[in-house]
């Protein structure tokens, strides 16, 4: 995957003809973009990691077997990683605030995004994986947490890469 500042030139000109854009303006509007995107993930991870930090303190937590106290700490771990990583860009822009910094702002808020949504992903397959395994056994959280993970790929990998290959033929022509 590639990203659109692999192809400045070219975004930039179609962004000048298209929405008589500046250079700049663009990386305001990109930026503005990518904080929409995540106040969106955000509210998810933290409600998520919020959730998973109340269940050690449940007295059906104790009993739970080590295989299932094994993907609580790895699902927690990722979980508040990916909380960590999705709220950085926040801390990227008030440590960068007025040093007309946006191009690198938005370069590496979206390589923190995209961090944080896969791990994100990992937390939430874990949590289907721990829940299915506690309530109906291993092998049945084995499989939800598999098609979990693969409608997670399919959706935030799958789509998202099929169209953009698809928009890069129908360019190419």
């Known amino acids: 995957m590639t990203d659109s500042a692999d192809e400045p030139e070219r975004d930039d000109d179609w962004d000048a003809k298209a929405r008589h854009e500046t250079p700049l303006g663009r990386l305001d509007r990109n930026w503005a973009d990518l904080l929409q995107e995540l106040r969106v993930v955000q509210t998810g991870v933290q409600l998520l990691t919020g959730f998973l930090l109340t269940l050690p303190f449940q007295d059906r937590f104790a009993r739970l077997p080590p295989f299932s106290k094994d993907v609580y700490l790895g699902t927690v771990a990722t979980s508040v990683a990916a ?3 999705l709220i950085a860009p926040v801390s990227v822009h008030r440590l ?6 946006r191009r690198q702002m938005v370069t590496i ?10 791990l994100l992903g990992c937390s939430v397959t874990g949590v289907v994986l721990l829940i299915f395994d506690v309530i ?5 959280g084995l499989v939800a947490a598999g098609v979990t993970l693969a409608m997670l790929v399919a959706l935030w990998v799958g789509i998202p890469t099929g169209l953009r290959l698809l928009l890069h033929h129908d360019r190419g022509r």
Request: aromatic letters at 12%.
């Open 96 to 101: 960068l605030f007025r040093m007309h910094a």
């Open 83 to 85: 909380t960590g990583f």
């Open 109 to 118: 808020a979206h390589r923190l995004a995209l961090t944080g949504m896969f």
């Open 136 to 140: 109906l056994g291993r092998t049945a």
